[in-house]
T-cell receptor
Framework: QKEVEQNSGPLSVPEGAIASLNCTYS??????FFWYRQYSGKSPELIMS????GDKEDGRFTAQLNKASQYVSLLIRDSQPSDSATYLC???????????FGAGTRLFVKA | DTGVSQDPRHKITKRGQNVTFRCDPI?????LYWYRQTLGQGPEFLTY????????KSRLLSDRFSAERPKGSFSTLEIQRTEQGDSAMYLC????????????FGPGTRLTVT
């Protein structure tokens, strides 16, 4: 079992719709969770961090964490073509010493 | 506030040669990470520094890889006797002291081994 798993996609949504990206992780002691956006040929860009159960909203983005289910998700409201990218889920193991990334989910937003 | 910088941005080398990459983190960031990323995969953790101390090194890293952060500021990653399988994007990230552990990435160094 991979430590951080994501559906590779591609996930295709129409412009203006909600995109839902999911991630599961295997290490129960993980404390910090992150979502990064990566455009083709570019480096990852941090868009959200979440540390406690529940929802965290930032603009059009909402991160959701359920530690009991070892599940973290990212919702993108009012999706725009510029949101088309690969979204990486990352999980911190051992207080920042090691961060494990999922393989990413490719998102396409159709105009 | 300048971001994380990496040099060079691109490197083409022949198999068997040694290469060295440099990373300058965001100022005041005491944590520094190196990753390797290949096409279609997420970044793969290589090593972690807190100030000048190397506190974690991936078991996946062979002895041909070494990293340093001598004064707790910039860091270097050296690959000796490069192999074609070393071709990848090498990413550096830094994070600030404290409990957030949010990492900010540099633009990466793309290595091609011919």
């Amino acid at each position: 079992q991979k430590e951080v798993e994501q559906n590779s996609g591609p996930l295709s949504v129409p412009e203006g719709a909600i995109a839902s990206l999911n991630c599961t992780y295997s290490d129960r002691v993980s404390q910090s969770f992150f979502w990064y956006r990566q455009y083709s040929g570019k480096s990852p860009e941090l868009i959200m961090s979440i540390y406690s159960n529940g929802d965290k909203e930032d603009g059009r983005f909402t991160a959701q964490l359920n530690k009991a289910s070892q599940y973290v998700s990212l919702l993108i409201r009012d999706s725009q073509p510029s949101d088309s990218a690969t979204y990486l889920c990352a999980v911190n193991i051992e207080r920042g010493f090691k961060t494990i990334f999922g393989a990413g989910t490719r998102l396409f937003v159709k105009a | 506030d300048t971001g994380v910088s990496q040099d060079p941005r691109h490197k083409i080398t022949k198999r068997g040669q040694n290469v060295t990459f440099r990373c300058d983190p965001i100022s005041e960031h005491n944590r520094l990470y190196w990753y390797r990323q290949t096409l279609g995969q997420g970044p793969e953790f290589l090593t972690y520094f807190q100030n000048e101390a190397q506190l974690e090194k991936s078991r996946l890293l062979s002895d041909r890889f070494s990293a340093e952060r001598p004064k707790g500021s910039f860091s270097t990653l050296e690959i000796q006797r490069t192999e074609q399988g070393d071709s990848a994007m090498y990413l550096c990230a830094s994070s600030s002291p404290g409990t957030s552990y949010e990492q900010y990435f540099g633009p990466g160094t793309r290595l091609t081994v011919t």
